[in-house]
């Protein structure tokens, strides 16, 4: 990749997305698949072979997260040979009496733990709530439970209370805000109430005069989920990153893949949301999908470089446009084939398609 001078200020993004197709379409006559395929994370097996992790939707918006080999044709991602379902809405957290699901899963491998980290969103009795499995092999996962963050007496609320999606770990280290070694996570909380308690609005933190979805970032303490895999879902010192701030961010943002290293720093590529109000959970028909992208400071992801002006990747094609969600991109996965680095992304709520990421001078 093409070095930096760091003695320039970081003031735009330089990478670009070109789609190249779609990947993953719902097979027809498989149950599980019936109301679409969508939002992958991805992993590296011990074998060599990239694997992908849709979102498989059945009837009455049932999901499971399954998993697929990535088949690649002169390097390029074209087509998956299915290999069944990883994870089930079994728990009894992951179910209400009427909705189920696991959802949108994204995958790091983190390696100062050299695990893969699957976070995923448990669509239980009180909503979706976020929540974490691992797997030292890519075929087992193991959960670990929900997340729970801490509690902060400068924010005056208890962000437990909160709906959270688009979590989502980084690959290596960073300092925490105390200093110490620390795993970096990305998170959105949802202020809106109302779905659980009518009336009871949406009551932001304190000094947070935004109530739209936004980007948080918050850590995991290194040294204890070294000694004990349970303390990756105990996040600390959560703080806004990024509200809405463009034109095609205009009702909300949220991660997407999880960030990469950069030569300018990390890249987070994340979705902007126009044209909807999201109140409770219904999918918000209407609403366009756009990915973009921002650059973080290496050392300390707090601080924001640069954001695109306008969307890297909109909504063009049919598979796009017409589906169980039309108008929609959202990328979920990155990763990197012999030199060439790829993003897995949802598809109006129904594909996956892939695109290529490349960086451009000038």
Known sequence: MTQVNHSEPVTTVPYTLQRLGTIMSPLPGEPLEVEGVLNPGTAWGPDGELYLYPRLVAEGNVSRIGRARVVLQDGVPVDVERLGVVLSPDEGWEHGRQNAGVEDPRITFVQPLGL???????????????ALAVSQDT??????????FAYQPELDTDLNLFPNKDIVFFPEAVPGPDGRPALAILHRPMWDLDWLRPGEGARTPAGIGDA???????????DAATRDLAALTYVEHSSMLAAPEMAYEASKIGGGPAPVRVPEGWLVLHHGVTGADFSGFALAHGARYTAGAMLLEASDPRRVLARTPEPLLVPETQDELQGT????V??????????????FYGMADSRIGVAELERHDG
């Open 212 to 222: 739209r979805p936004s980007i948080w970032i918050g850590y995991v303490d290194l």
């Open 116 to 130: 893969h980290v699957m976070t995923y969103i448990a669509y239980g009795p009180l909503g979706p709530k976020p």
């Open 325 to 328: 969600l039309g108008n929609v």
């Open 139 to 148: 075929v087992t996962w193991r959960r670990l439970g929900p997340l729970r």
């Open 330 to 343: 959202f990328p979920t996965a990155v990763e990197e084939i012999n030199g060439r680095t790829f993003v």
